[in-house]
């Protein structure tokens, strides 16, 4: 059992790590772009759902969501303010700070940044906390989420806010906590040979999606032409990182499991580094993309040992 959690945890810490890679190269717009939308954000929600349990203590639940969530989207916002205020012009500070504020409080990707993905997953993790836990339930929320979401798209209702970006997130939380549910499957001693198809099948999926259901844009609640095509598309990229992973191997790497431990961080800062490189639109995007994943080992580092309120936690944790 001891040995089925430690695999569970290094291939857990590879797909939040190239899941963030991922992000961090989608905000460069580099070519395949298309594809990349098409899995890089519902991956984490999938994590998210994999890795989310109810708490038997209301008091415990709220100090989660406020320690590991809102302290960090906290921070998050005060940096964004900070390097938008400087670049407003004189007489727009008030008006645009007073816009600011309204953003903020409704999670807008216009203000929080990719910080609007923490917005959404607390307000998931509380409709997951005080629903009932039975399959009928959980089988209604799937409908009723992925209706509201079709029923938005069909109506061109996208607005930049982490509430209706929830329609189309939870059910994808879902499909992870349903996952969970086969953690002993999943963490089986897979042949690297036989899921070497599965890994090609999964970008030809990516590759068809791309180009059928067009972009996805889950910051403004939109999935593109289809939602079965995305929930289609954004499994097989989820099941491509997942290969990545468990071909990476299960003995814990201290680089990857800091870089897994500050992924709050890496998501909610990393937007202000891209918008200094600027974008390039050409496959150095991806070289700039490692680079930036890199470069938030040694601030993660920094920040475990000192702030670990960043990292969504109260103190230093031990990586081995």
């Known amino acids: 059992m001891e040995m089925q959690h430690r695999t569970r945890i290094v291939w857990i810490d590879w797909m939040k790590v190239i899941g963030m890679y991922f992000i961090i190269l989608g905000h460069f717009f580099p070519p395949g772009y298309v594809y990349i939308y098409i899995f890089n954000v519902p991956v984490f929600f999938v994590i998210s759902g994999f890795l989310a349990k109810k708490e038997d203590y209301q008091l415990k639940f709220w100090n989660k969501i406020i320690n590991k969530y809102i302290v960090p989207l906290v921070f998050i916002s005060i940096a964004m303010y900070i390097w938008n205020f400087y670049t407003w012009e004189a007489n727009e500070k008030t008006t645009k700070s007073l816009y600011f504020i309204y953003y903020a409080l409704i ?71 349903i996952l969970c549910k086969n953690k002993d499957i999943i963490n089986h001693n897979y042949d690297i040979g036989n899921m070497i198809p599965l890994s090609l099948l999964s970008l030809v999926i990516i590759y068809f999606c791309g180009n059928i259901n067009g972009e996805v844009w889950l910051y403004n609640n939109n999935y593109g032409n289809s939602f079965i095509l995305f929930l289609i598309g954004s499994i097989s990229g989820t099941i491509f990182i997942f290969i990545l992973s468990i071909m990476m191997g299960n003995k814990i790497n201290p680089i990857i499991q800091t870089l897994s431990l500050g992924n709050i961080l890496t998501l909610g800062f990393h937007p202000i580094i891209v918008s ?45």
């Open 107 to 177: 999670g807008s990707q216009k203000c929080l940044g990719t910080g609007w993905f923490i917005y959404t997953l607390i307000i998931i993790r509380v409709i997951f906390q005080y629903s009932p836990s039975s399959k009928i339930t959980h089988l209604s929320l799937f409908c009723i989420f992925s209706i509201i979401s079709v029923y938005l798209q069909h109506h061109n209702i996208h607005h930049f806010n982490s509430i209706t970006n929830v329609a189309p997130a939870y059910p994808l939380f879902l499909i992870g906590h």
């Open 276 to 320: 200094l490189i600027g974008h390039h639109g050409s496959f150095v995007d991806y070289i700039f993309s490692f680079c930036i994943l890199i470069l938030f080992y040694p601030i993660i580092l920094f920040s475990n040992s000192y702030f670990p309120y960043l990292l969504g936690t109260k103190k230093k944790t031990t990586i081995k």
